[in-house]
Nanobody, 124 residues
């Protein structure tokens, strides 16, 4: 059974940092595409950053230069380092996985598995 468990969310002031983690289990991590997504109230879910098994990444334009996606293949864990946080980054953040078909850095691809989410709130 595929499981994705996010952690690390919380309340942070504007300009602050948070590091999200996603522990993956139930599948061969290196054969899957992984990504971080977010959804704010009243808004559609959007991709934040994607990564392939080789460590190549693609952040969304809205977070480029501020957020960094990474992974530890030995620990089957995905990370999202978020710096220079803004109030508009407030959202529920989700870790997602899909079988490796095509490029892992394609924002248009549909993801098969999702975690339960972790809330990030940026406010003074």
């Amino acid at each position: 059974e595929v499981q994705l468990v996010e952690s690390g969310g919380g309340l942070v002031q504007p300009g602050g940092s948070l590091r999200l983690s996603c522990a993956a289990s139930g599948f061969t991590y290196s054969t899957y595409c992984m990504g971080w997504f977010r959804q704010a109230p009243g808004r559609e879910r959007e991709a934040v950053a994607l990564i392939d098994s080789g460590g190549r990444t693609r952040p969304a334009d809205v977070v480029k230069g501020r957020f960094t996606i990474s992974q530890d293949n030995a620990k089957n864990t995905l990370y999202l380092q978020m710096d220079s946080l803004k109030p508009e980054d407030t959202a529920m953040y989700y870790c997602a996985a899909r079988t490796w078909v095509g490029s892992c850095l394609d924002f248009s691809r549909r993801y098969d598995y999702w975690g339960q989410g972790t809330q990030v709130t940026v406010s003074s």
